[in-house]
C-alpha cells in the first residue's frame, strides 16, 4: 500500500512543473500557481488600447498607496494593445511598442517587483489577437521565453476571436501548448485562459494547468441591461447567472472568471460600453465576485478613484471570502421573486452568505442556518461584512431589509452551547 501511495506522490510531482507531454485527463499538469484568486489591475475595460509606461508606473504607485495592494491587489495587467505591430504573426515579430513602452517591458516588471507587485501581459493563439495585433500562433515557446525573460508573472491568452467556433480538441491544444511552453520556462506564470465561455472550458482547464478561465463574454459596464447590450455583452447579473452549476469546477488553482471588475467605471469608460452602475450595485457586484472566487481584478483609473469606490473595493472583510483557503465558491441556494440567498463555506468553518434583491423595491430576506446551509447549529453569531459589526447571536432564522440591487454580506459562526 505504501509503495503505491509513493508511487503517486512521485507521477504528481513529475506531472507538476513538467513540460513533457501528460495525459491531462488522468493526472494533470499543474504550474502550483494561484491557490487563492488572482487580484489585481488590468488595463482593457478603461483604457483599451490607449496604454502605455507612463500609465502603468502610475497605475503601480496608486495601487502602492491607496490601500490596494495592502488589501491584497498585486498583479497590474497589461492587456491587448502593448504590441509593436497590427496584423498577422508571420508577417511581423511580436515586440512591445517602442513608443508606447520606450524602456520595455522588463522596465515596467522591474518596477512592479521593486514595490513588491506582480506585472502580466496579454497574446493568444491565434495569427492576430482580438484587436488586430501579433498572436503567438505557431510562436508558443518563443513567446513563453521572451515573457519570462521580460520578468512576467501572469499571462492572459485570449482565444475569444481567434478561436470561437473551434472544436474542443483544438482550444485544449493550443492553451495546452502555451501551457507547457510556460511551465517550461520555470518563472512561474499564471495563465489566464480566455475563452468566453464558449466551449465547457472548464472541465478540462485544471488538468492542463490553467488557473483561471473566463465564463461569459465579455462584460459591459451595466448592473442589469435588459437583454445583452448590442447583442453579445453580459451585465452583472447575466455573469451571475452564468456561474450558477460551475462552482465545482473551481478550487485552489483553477478559478471560474466572471470577468474584470467594472466598479467605478462609472459609465465613463472610453472604450467598455454601458451605461455605469450605482455605488450599491457595484458594491454588490464586487461581494458576489469575491464570494464566487474569481479572481479580483479591478479596471477602473485608479489615479482618480473617489472614496467609495476605494472603500469599495478594499473591503477586507470581503476580500477574505475571496482569499479563503477553502477555495469553495458560494453557491445559490435559493432564488424566488428576485430574491436570492448565496452561501459559501469557509475554511474556519463559519459561512458567508449573501442576500440579494434583484428586483425594484425594498424587501425582507430572510435565511435559515438550517434550511438553507443545511448546518445542525442551534446558535450563531451573524457580522455584517459592509458595517464591519456583529449583530448578535440568533437561534432562529435571521431575517435583513435589503434595497433595491443590493446585497448583504454575512458571516455567521456558530456559537457552542457552553460559550
Ligand atoms: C476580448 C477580451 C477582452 C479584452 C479584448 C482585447 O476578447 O474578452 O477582455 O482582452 O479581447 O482585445
Redesign the pocket.
Known amino acids: 500500500m505504501w509503495r503505491n501511495a509513493i508511487l503517486v506522490v512521485l507521477l504528481l510531482a513529475g506531472a507538476a512543473f513538467s513540460a513533457e507531454p501528460v495525459t491531462p485527463a488522468k493526472v494533470g499538469i499543474s504550474n502550483g500557481l494561484a491557490l487563492t484568486p488572482p487580484m489585481g489591475w488590468s488595463s ?1 475595460n478603461n483604457f483599451a488600447e490607449d496604454i502605455n509606461e507612463q500609465l502603468m508606473i502610475a497605475t503601480i504607485d496608486a495601487m502602492a498607496s491607496n490601500g490596494m495592494h495592502a488589501a491584497g491587489y498585486d498583479y497590474v495587467n497589461l ?2 494593445g502593448w504590441q509593436r505591430y497590427k496584423g498577422a504573426r508571420k508577417d511581423h515579430p511580436l515586440e512591445a511598442d517602442p513608443i508606447k513602452f520606450p524602456h520595455g517591458i522588463k522596465y515596467l516588471s522591474d518596477y512592479a517587483h521593486s514595490k513588491g507587485m506582480k506585472l502580466g501581459i ?1 497574446s493568444g493563439p491565434g495569427q492576430t ?3 488586430g495585433y501579433t498572436g503567438s500562433e505557431g510562436h508558443e515557446k518563443e513567446d513563453a521565453a521572451l515573457f519570462a525573460s521580460w520578468g512576467i508573472d501572469h499571462l ?1 491568452y ?1 482565444s ?2 481567434s478561436h470561437k467556433d473551434a472544436p474542443d480538441e483544438v482550444v485544449k491544444s493550443v492553451f495546452g501548448t502555451m501551457s507547457k511552453a510556460l511551465i517550461a520556462t520555470k518563472r512561474g506564470i499564471v495563465l489566464h485562459a ?1 475563452h ?1 465561455g464558449w466551449s465547457n472550458i472548464w472541465e478540462w482547464a485544471p488538468a492542463l494547468g490553467i488557473n483561471q478561465w473566463r465564463i461569459g463574454q ?1 462584460i459591459s459596464d451595466d448592473f442589469d441591461y435588459p437583454g445583452n447590450r448590442e447583442g453579445y455583452y453580459f451585465d452583472v447579473l447575466d455573469m451571475l447567472d452564468r456561474g450558477v452549476g460551475l462552482e465545482k469546477y473551481a478550487g485552489p488553482g483553477h478559478w471560474n472568471d466572471y470577468d474584470m471588475l467594472i466598479v467605478g467605471l462609472d459609465g465613463k469608460s472610453k472604450d467598455l460600453v454601458g451605461a455605469g452602475a450605482s455605488n450599491v450595485e457595484y458594491r454588490t457586484h464586487f461581494s458576489l465576485w469575491a464570494m464566487e472566487d474569481s479572481p479580483l481584478l479591478a479596471s477602473a483609473d485608479l489615479r482618480n478613484l473617489d472614496s467609495y469606490t476605494l472603500e469599495t473595493l478594499t473591503n477586507k472583510e470581503v476580500i477574505a471570502l475571496n482569499q479563503d483557503p477553502l477555495g469553495k465558491p458560494a453557491h445559490r441556494v435559493r432564488s424566488k421573486d428576485g430574491l436570492q440567498v448565496f452561501a459559501k463555506e469557509m475554511a474556519d468553518g463559519s459561512w458567508a452568505v449573501a442576500l440579494l434583491n434583484r428586483g425594484s423595491t425594498t424587501e425582507d430576506i430572510t435565511f435559515s442556518v438550517h434550511k438553507d446551509l443545511s448546518l445542525p447549529w442551534t446558535k450563531y453569531q451573524v457580522r455584517d461584512l459592509w458595517k464591519h459589526k456583529d449583530l448578535g447571536v440568533y437561534d432562529i432564522p435571521y431575517t435583513a431589509e435589503v434595497i433595491s440591487h443590493e446585497a448583504k454580506i454575512f458571516r455567521v459562526t456558530e456559537v457552542k452551547d457552553n460559550k
Open positions: 482593457w492587456d491587448d496579454y489577437t482580438c484587436a492572459k485570449d475569444c476571436c480566455c468566453c465579455d
